[in-house]
């Protein structure tokens, strides 16, 4: 079986209230860790992992991830004829060429279930990921979350979520879920729900922001009621499948950064920023001077 996913979504027609006012105008998705902004990351991992149809499901506050992967034809030209061809590849690669965006719309935030359901007519038969952006997952010495799903997938057959261990303080903010153990990293899931108290969660394992689902999860969204907060949950849509197929719980390698708070967001840039080749050295110093503690 090929370990190859054709499409990826990202739900990304969210409010983005807790980084207001930085997302009124700019769309969360855009802002940047170092000199590429969030959705590039998550697009780039997409690809890595075999994908050819990138499927965004956004709002009408959101163009900008349109416009981010679309051609930009006064800057192209200006690069060009100004002969700055590093900085004009730089922004023609946004995608390669054999990869296609598809914008679809969800009208109304009606929750991340609903937000998935929406992109049903631009995803191919057969598996397919699922990439919440925010959620910054950095590999670096091997492959990213999602092409390690996808093999994943591939071996097993079914769906594949990935999850990590959370503070038991922690659970009312995740999806947690339970089963038997397949191998050190890989669980079968026998239970799921969202955001249970910590007295009554079946585990600590959260669900972040990666899933191989199977095409069956349509269906099952189209029937699901909302749930917790009115909205359409991708949670209770999954209990629904464990019913009538496996899902396997996966514990990636690599560190995630939620980036969709601000304490996530600036560790993740740290970290960037610390690894890159020009600035990380420098970087380095400073702050080991800000935190050195000051000789009286
Ligand atoms: P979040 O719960 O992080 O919400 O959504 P949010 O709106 O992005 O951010 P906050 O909490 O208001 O600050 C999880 C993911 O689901 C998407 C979001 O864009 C994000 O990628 N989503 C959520 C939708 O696409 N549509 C929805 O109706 C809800």
Not at 18 to 34: D, N, S, Y
Request: hydrophobic content about 45%; charged content about 25%; overall charge negative.
């Amino acid at each position: 079986m090929s370990a190859r996913l054709r499409t990826v979504v990202f739900p990304v027609a969210g409010l983005g209230t807790r980084f207001l006012p930085a997302t009124k105008v700019v769309p969360k998705e855009l802002l940047p860790i170092m000199d590429r902004p969030l959705i590039q990351w998550a697009a780039d991992e997409a690809i890595a992992a075999g994908a050819d149809t990138l499927v965004f499901v956004v709002n009408r506050n959101k163009r900008a991830i349109n416009d981010h992967f679309d051609m930009a034809f006064e800057l192209e030209s200006r690069l060009a004829s100004s002969g700055k061809t590093e900085h004009l590849k730089m922004v023609r690669e946004t995608l390669p060429a054999h990869v296609r965006p598809v914008f679809v719309l969800q009208p109304e935030a009606r929750g991340l279930g609903h937000a998935v359901l929406c992109a049903r007519p631009a995803v191919a038969n057969g598996p397919f990921g699922v990439i919440l952006p925010d959620d910054f997952i950095l590999n670096r010495n091997g492959p990213g979350a999602l092409a390690q799903m996808a093999a994943v997938q591939a071996e097993h057959g079914g769906s594949v979520i990935a999850v990590e261990p959370v503070e038991w303080k922690d659970t009312s903010r995740y999806g947690i879920v339970s089963g038997s153990q397949v191998n050190r990293q890989l669980m079968r899931i026998d239970t799921i729900v969202e955001k249970p108290r910590p007295d009554v969660a079946p585990s600590n394992l959260g669900v972040v922001g990666r899933y191989v689902l199977d095409h069956h999860i349509f269906d099952l969204l189209e029937r699901t009621n909302p749930g917790a907060g009115g909205e359409i949950q991708l949670t209770d849509a999954i209990a629904a499948l464990l019913k009538e197929q496996p899902a396997y719980a996966y514990r990636f390698d690599g560190v995630r950064y939620d980036c969709g708070n601000k304490l996530g967001y600036v560790q993740a840039t740290l970290r960037c920023a610390l690894d890159d080749e020009e600035i990380g050295d420098e970087l380095r110093r400073t702050l080991e001077n800000w935190l050195a503690p000051s000789v009286a």
